[in-house]
């Protein structure tokens, strides 16, 4: 999507309506493509699906290790599995960290993009500025709900009318499906890591192996769902930009 002019077709003044005199726009009556960041957050996206297998494979052989030991604490194998064990673990848990911080940035970035976009579509269509698009992710508690209420929002407004110039339904099943599975993501990844600094037994070091791979699933459901709605709203956005407000078929 190349950076365009928005407004209806033929030439007519932007927004007008008949016996009223269109009101001057507050932003610049430009979109910026989201293509790039798009891409480069799926990038980032299929990375740390890569840093949670490897994390699964690490919580596998950790739970072997558990397994292991007696009753008593006791360690029935080597000191070097036990060093290697530990290593893989933290190796993939600075992976994990270190690609979800970057993978964070760009998406964020991406988020705000789409945002402003949206408000160029539909200038009413939010209740919130653009800069909710940022911090809102970083208000406690809040930040449950303000992100994705501007998905939806973004959505709505990146939705082409229909061919008859009536309003389509408006589907917005995986801004939904992702959202859920990103919160149990991070419920989840809080309650694992938890059981795993607080594990003292080796059956409690098991039972945490087996959560940690549990979140570390979880994450790839949460990054496979983000990758489908970041490529969906990306398209949304180009379509309407190409072919304006209303939907040619």
Not at 236 to 245: C, D, F, N
Request: hydrophobic share 50%.
């Amino acid at each position: 999507m190349s950076i365009s002019p928005v407004g209806p077709p033929g030439g007519a003044a932007p927004y007008s309506q008949p016996g009223l005199t269109p009101t001057p726009p507050v932003l610049p009556r430009v979109l910026r493509s989201p293509g790039g960041l798009a891409n480069a957050v799926t990038v980032l996206l299929a990375l740390m699906m890569a840093f949670d297998l490897f994390s699964i494979a690490s919580d596998v052989n950790l739970h072997s290790l558990a397994g292991t030991l007696t009753a008593d604490g006791l360690v029935s194998i080597s000191g070097d599995d036990a060093d290697r064990a530990e290593v893989l673990v933290g190796v993939a848990a600075l992976l994990q960290g270190l690609g979800f911080l970057a993978t964070a940035v760009v998406f964020i970035i991406w988020f705000h993009r789409v945002r402003s976009n949206g408000e160029v579509f539909s200038p009413n269509g939010f209740n919130r500025g653009r800069g909710w698009a940022i911090g809102g992710w970083f208000i406690p508690f809040a930040n449950i709900r303000i992100p994705y209420r501007i998905a939806r929002d973004t959505w709505a407004a990146s939705t082409q009318l229909a061919p008859d110039g009536s309003w389509r339904p408006l589907r917005t099943g995986i801004v939904t499906v992702w959202w859920i599975a990103l919160l149990a993501d991070r419920v989840a990844t809080e309650v694992t890591s938890q059981m795993f600094t607080g594990a003292e037994t080796p059956d409690a070091l098991g039972d945490a192996a087996i959560g940690l791979s549990f979140s570390d699933a979880l994450d790839i459901l949460a990054a496979v769902l983000a990758i489908r709605f970041v490529r969906r709203l990306t398209a949304m956005q180009h379509i309407k930009a190409v072919q304006g407000p209303v939907a040619a078929f």
